[in-house]
């Protein structure tokens, strides 16, 4: 069964970075698309970003031209960089996979608060 371990998480000052990253037990290499996801205190979890396995990626409005996601295959982790953080980005954020309408079992997320 394949397992998704995020890591990267923090307690940062809005404006400040994290970069989040998505340790996959099993190769990615042929999934078509990974993802990012976050769960807000309070809300459901929504999708925030993708890639695609020959690079096209896609994001939610609210993030645009501060996130940007990333993949390598060799190493089978997906990253997220997170700048300009608003406290509105705090939320658990979770990897898995996407566009194909099949999930992996979620795995423990990394906890992202933006506080000043």
């Known amino acids: 069964q394949v397992q998704l371990v995020e890591s990267g998480g923090g307690l940062v000052q809005p404006g400040g970075s994290l970069r989040l990253s998505c340790t996959v037990s099993g190769s990615i290499s042929s999934i078509y698309g990974m993802g990012w996801y976050r769960q807000a205190p309070g809300k459901q979890r929504e999708y925030v970003a993708h890639?695609?396995?020959?690079?096209?990626?896609n994001y939610i409005d609210s993030v645009k031209g501060r996130f940007t996601i990333s993949r390598d295959n060799t190493k089978n982790m997906v990253n997220l960089q997170m700048n300009s953080l608003k406290p509105e980005d705090t939320a658990i954020y979770y990897c898995?996979?996407?566009?194909?309408?099949?999930?992996?079992?979620w795995g423990q997320g990394t906890q992202v608060t933006i506080s000043s």
């Open positions: 898995n996979r996407a566009l194909d309408g099949l999930r992996f079992s």
């Open positions: 890639i695609t396995n020959d690079g096209r990626t």
